[in-house]
């Protein structure tokens, strides 16, 4: 698959993670000069960090021991006795005590501080916004990442940006690589790894979609599931071995009921041997059917449902129009190496809208 260009990534990620506003689009021109994925997500979360200090930084309430002249909190009465503190006139006390050494925060420094590694090739400039931002979180500590780091944080409210930055944090901790001989960071090119870029495209068109238009509900009722129109066994036991369906993104409106698949395929055809004429992917419309018949059972009734399979654009664009079994199925490409702009309209001629510059 071809790479995608480092500002559209950036575009990507924005959506797919729920931090695109006017001014994002406006800062895309302030990353024309990278050309790395550390670069940019070295830049973006330096340049993220940096908003949280401007608009007032997240402060929790965290456990802290101390040994104190009098009682805060609760008595650490064990630790008190087995180290004589009593007879010093201290006492070891729990305590929580507001403060910035949170787990969101440290997960942000610690992000940072990998990038600063000597070992760590980086842009000049992006190293110093970097090294900034690092100072910045002075008094919070630095911890271990793992992946069940990410899964423990929580974050209640209307926290957008540290649920972005933190999605930075995991794609450089999932995308860093260290040579065990030399000690060397080096950055997996995640536009390479077709998992990684598929759950990115998908979250992406789903973004896209909830913050772009009007004329459809996205995913109505919070949900993706589609039910078996007909399902039954013997005992609950067999009834669970049937596994559930889940659509990628599902439109409504008055009109319309569409049902989208995105895929991440280096070729939208299957091209057989001695076959000049591409095919559609037959497990792609097989399971798109399944989707529309088993929907359209349970939500009888008109407009009735129509589907669409997604890809990126590699090489010549695809616009396939057919019918199955009374459905609309529509194949479509979008070409993600274009100006972010024409990829912006071209999201929106895939549901048949126009954007205001077409």
């Not at 944080?153 to 995308?175: I, K, P």
Request: aromatic residues 8%.
């Amino acid at each position: 698959m071809k790479n995608i260009p480092i500002l559209n990534v950036y575009y990507l990620l924005c959506y797919a993670w729920g931090r695109i506003q006017e001014r994002d689009t406006r800062r895309l021109a302030t990353l024309g000069g990278l050309s790395t994925v550390q670069d940019l997500l070295g830049k973006v979360l330096a340049g993220g960090v940096s908003h949280l200090f401007r608009r007032g930084i997240d402060r929790g309430y965290v456990e802290r021991r101390q040994d104190l002249a009098g009682i805060r909190g609760k008595l650490a009465v064990s630790e008190t006795a087995k180290r004589a503190l009593r007879a010093r006139g201290r006492a070891a006390c729990d305590f929580e005590e507001l403060s910035v050494d949170t787990r969101p925060n440290r997960i942000l420094r610690t992000s940072l501080h990998g990038l600063l590694g000597r070992r760590v090739t980086l842009h000049r400039d992006v190293r110093s916004d970097v090294r900034s931002a690092y100072r910045r979180l002075d008094g919070v500590s630095r911890t271990r990442l793992t992946r069940n780091a990410f899964s423990q944080v929580q974050l209640g409210g209307n926290r957008r940006l540290y649920q972005f930055l933190l999605s930075v944090c995991r794609l450089l901790y999932e995308s860093a690589v260290v040579d065990e001989n030399t000690g060397r960071t080096t950055f997996r090119d995640f536009r390479r790894d077709k998992a990684t870029m598929w759950a990115l495209f998908e979250e992406f068109v789903t973004g896209f979609y909830e913050r772009e238009q009007r004329a459809y509900r996205v995913n109505p009722g919070g949900s993706r599931r589609i039910r078996w129109g007909e399902a039954s066994a013997a005992d609950d036991a067999n009834l669970a071995r049937i596994p559930g369906m889940t659509a990628d993104v599902i439109l409504e409106s008055a009109e319309r009921r569409i049902i989208l698949d995105t895929k991440y395929y280096r070729d939208a055809l299957a091209r057989g041997r001695g076959s000049g004429t591409g095919k559609l992917h037959s497990g792609n419309l097989y399971q798109l059917l399944a989707y529309l018949r088993n929907r359209q059972a349970t939500n009888p009734g008109q407009p009735r449902h129509e589907g669409i399979l997604l890809y990126p654009e590699v090489g010549e664009p695809l616009r396939a129009d057919i019918r199955l079994e009374g459905f609309r199925i529509q194949a479509r490409t979008v070409n993600l190496d274009r100006d972010w702009r024409r990829i912006h309209r071209e999201m929106l001629a895939t549901i048949e809208l126009s954007g205001p510059d077409s």
